[in-house]
């Protein structure tokens, strides 16, 4: 359970930096992250092109609350959205775009974890629901692709971040921290209903 | 101050307050159960990294989360009020809450995938009415992010594969199954609101209403509040923890509430409230002006 590193991670994130971490270990990451989510995830699949080299790149999963200010883009809010719903679509993108990492939140199967041992890819958690600390980590905003046809909470945002935190949820190896915890508390279960019923 | 401009200003008000500032009984939670964790773990770098998003939110005036949520509003009105002005004076509130980024575009039309500007669209935000007997309207407002609402469940039993009767034992395998099924994916630690019996609408709006209890409370039905402290408590031993990382905190309360049933269906429901536990009522006056926050 304990809280090693942290680790910090500097775009652009080479396979010399992504290949050591393991599932369970605390991150940095620092550089530019492209946020994606539903739209942008089908879009690529479905062969869209990408509007910017994603090589040696981090996906954010992310929807952010951006408003426009004196001319400029400002992140009100920016925390993580599900993973889980990008499954389907992340080992295309993840084995033709070049992606190193991705950010998200929540558990992730086995297609995860086989297209992270095939690209060299780690999944890295964010705590959801963190929109400041993590909006507080974001220090620009370099560009916005898809704004119109998405929509702001489903466009690219091109965002540069400094020391922003984020656990080792499934690492190249394809070895995965909340499989073990979800492993552990079906046992559980089994056991607290098996015995001492409760009773009106 | 007109009419519609006054209840605008005291429903936009609510939603930025809702938004922006947890309850003062949720956060108390959030502490206290930080201090069961291990010092140096994961879970206590979560519950530590969630009480500084509280922190910030409310000094910088932002969204706690940025997925705002569906808007659920609960009013209660004096007999006869008239409750379609009520509605189009929210709807405004809504428009401008989103406006001024205390909402993200949050709302989608489910045929043509297009993001709506405003979040006042078909079936946004959701209306409870009741009138009573009473001067004044008080306004309850939830807010509920998706990726929370994605791991309720709705349980029919009897349950084969959970081998749960139609009993209260039975019910009490439904919740913990739920449990173990949403992990952290909800953004535990979170609350449940279960409700047992009725169909499969008024489940889970009976579920969610559940949602507007304090975190600390009982149920007033004894045998409920029996049921609410044993799950509460096994949920500690299931080991799942903030986030699906391990630890002790999976929830920081259950609330079941009981509707009566059909004798040929028996649901069980339950609906999981994220840590972002968005929950604020307002009284207000029959003119719209504001008198006290609840």
Redesign the interface.
Known sequence: ???TGPRKLNYPFTAEQISPLRA?Q?VLISGTLFTARD?IHKHLFDGGKSPIDLKNGIIYH????V?RKDNQWLV????P??S?REEPYLPRIIKEHGIRAFIG???MGKVTEKACVAGGCVYL?A???????L??KVVGVKEVYFGTE?????AMWVLEVKDF?A?VAIDSRGRS??K???A???S??RK??ADD???? | MKKNALWEASLFELIRRTSVDLPADVEQSLRRACKTE?K???????LD??L??VQ??RE?D???????GSLIFYFQVPLGFDTNFLVAATRMAVARATRL?YL???T?DSLT???CETNVAHGAPTFYFEQCARTTVDVRLIMK???CE?VGRQYSLPSEV??AGR???G???CI??AI?SA???G?APGILGVCIGGDRATGYECSKAQFLRKIDDRSSVK?LG??ED?ILK?SK?????P?????NTALLGVKIGALSRLPASFFVTVSYM???FRRRGVLLSARGGFKKWH
Not at chain 1, 197 to 200: G, I, K
Not at chain 2, 237 to 241: F, R, T, V
């Open positions: 359970m304990a809280l369970g605390f739209r992310c929807g952010p609350v408003i009100r809010a920016a925390g959205t599900t889980i939140k929540g558990s958690h705590v959801g629901g963190a929109a400041q600390v909006a507080d998405f929509g702001p909470a489903e935190p656990i921290l909340t073990t915890v979800q552990a508390s079906r559980m279960w607290l209903v019923p409760f009773v009106a | 291990k140096d773990s994961r879970a206590r770098w979560v990294t969630i500084e998003n910030k939110a910088k932002a969204p706690l989360c940025q997925d705002t980024g993200r575009q949050n989608i995938g297009e993001s992010g998706g990726g994605n959970l081998g009993d209260l034992d019910v009490r395998r913990l199954d173990v992990q952290g994916n953004c045998v029996r049921l044993r096994e031993q299931l080991a799942i923890g986030m699906g990382f391990g630890g994220c840590w972002a």
